[in-house]
């Protein structure tokens, strides 16, 4: 097999703020694998939460290309990647999602069967996706609102975590008035100590809130556990939910799990995680970092396995280099097309 890499630049259509950053713009690093012509595709994108710049993204991801060549065929190079063989100790996730994510295309395509299939089911998964509103104005927030609702969102997550927390009651409360028959989701992405998450939670409950994603600093998944036992909503772990291990401790403790593919690794860690969860009381919800519909089209495969879906990533691009996703009606849609179903839009450029 032969590997190669692009860097892009994903612009955002306008900066998300959130509790701890504002964002404007991600870099992805895209890993081609090639076998008798035939190629898959996968992507990783640059995140300051995690650690991961474009170099790294590029120094790991040409290692793993470098690796991939000593295999004769994709499924024989899946399989070892499942295995722990192919990716090495202390290989970031995200690196690890991207490389599976480019072997399942590949191996999907060869076989004429979408990634869906390739896991077991038989019709092309389909799901209301939420979408996200950052930290604004009442204002802005409103007409966002009232955007999505007429679009066909179903689903609006509201950023929370401002140093007033008054302002993320308002805003709250203006995104109910402006889409009333919208679910709402918050995160205020651990923005906030127990004693206010426990202030609060009974007021986004009277709004509507329908859950919320990790309100206290992660880092003491206990203290998270016992604040979903008295919650009035339910509780996602999102930050504190890593991995397997962290999953594990959290099982039974709290209402869902956020589950990333490059925050845990990919398609196949996700099933793992989805199938220790099973019967736990705990509930999957997918989620995503801001990428492209290449870098999303895998989760998007394994959406109807969640209760919450948030696979908006790509829509809060300026523009989206790749398709075959949809997601601008509210609903992201796997297809029956061989591998992962995406398309590049723009080739052999850089997106600005």
């Known amino acids: 097999m032969k590997a190669s890499l692009r860097t892009v630049r994903l612009a955002l259509a306008e900066p998300l703020r959130i509790s701890r950053s504002t964002m404007t713009a991600r870099d992805a690093v895209w890993l081609t694998v090639e076998r008798d012509g035939v190629s898959g595709h996968g992507e990783a994108v640059s995140s300051v939460f995690y650690r991961l710049d474009a170099p790294t993204l590029e120094r790991l991801l040409?290692?793993?290309?470098?690796?991939?060549?000593?295999?004769?065929?994709?499924?024989?190079?899946?399989?070892?990647?499942?295995?722990?063989?192919?990716?090495?100790?202390?290989?970031?996730?995200?690196?690890?999602?991207?490389?599976?994510a480019a072997l399942l295309d590949l191996v999907g395509k060869r076989a004429g069967r979408p990634v869906h299939r390739l896991l077991g089911a038989p019709t092309p998964p389909a799901a209301a996706t939420a979408r996200t509103i950052g930290i604004t104005s009442l204002a802005h927030a409103a007409t966002q609102a009232r955007s999505l609702a007429?679009?066909?969102?179903?689903?609006?997550?509201?950023?929370a975590g401002t140093p007033d927390p008054e302002d993320d009651v308002e805003r709250v409360r203006v995104i109910r008035d402006a889409a009333p028959r919208a679910r709402l989701l918050l995160d205020p992405n651990g923005a906030w100590t127990v004693a206010r998450a426990e202030a609060l939670l009974p007021r986004f409950a009277d709004l509507g809130v329908e859950a919320v994603e990790q309100p206290i600093a992660p880092g003491e998944p206990e203290a998270l556990g016992a604040l979903a036992e008295r919650s009035p909503l339910p509780v996602i772990a999102d930050e504190d939910a890593v991995d397997l291990a962290d999953v594990r401790r959290l099982a039974g403790r709290v209402h869902g799990v956020n589950v990333k593919?490059?925050?845990?690794?990919g398609v196949h860690a996700a099933l793992r995680i989805a199938e220790l969860i099973d019967g736990s009381g705990t509930e999957l919800m997918l989620g995503c970092l801001t990428a492209s519909s290449l870098g999303l089209a895998p989760a998007v495969h394994l959406a109807d396995r969640a209760r919450w879906v948030d696979l908006d990533g790509h829509l809060l691009l300026a523009h989206d280099p790749w398709t075959?996703?949809?997601?601008?009606?509210?609903?992201?849609?796997?297809?029956?097309?061989?591998?992962?179903?995406?398309?590049?839009?723009?080739?052999?450029?850089?997106?600005?």
């Open 150 to 159: 007429a679009a066909g969102f179903e689903v609006i997550k509201v950023k």
């Open 62 to 100: 040409t290692a793993a290309g470098t690796a991939l060549t000593a295999f004769r065929d994709p499924e024989s190079a899946l399989e070892a990647l499942r295995a722990g063989e192919l990716a090495g100790e202390g290989t970031p996730p995200a690196v690890t999602a991207a490389v599976e």
């Open 324 to 352: 075959g996703i949809g997601g601008k009606d509210g609903v992201v849609r796997a297809s029956d097309r061989p591998g992962l179903g995406v398309q590049e839009v723009v080739a052999h450029e850089d997106v600005a």
């Open 261 to 265: 593919l490059a925050k845990c690794g």
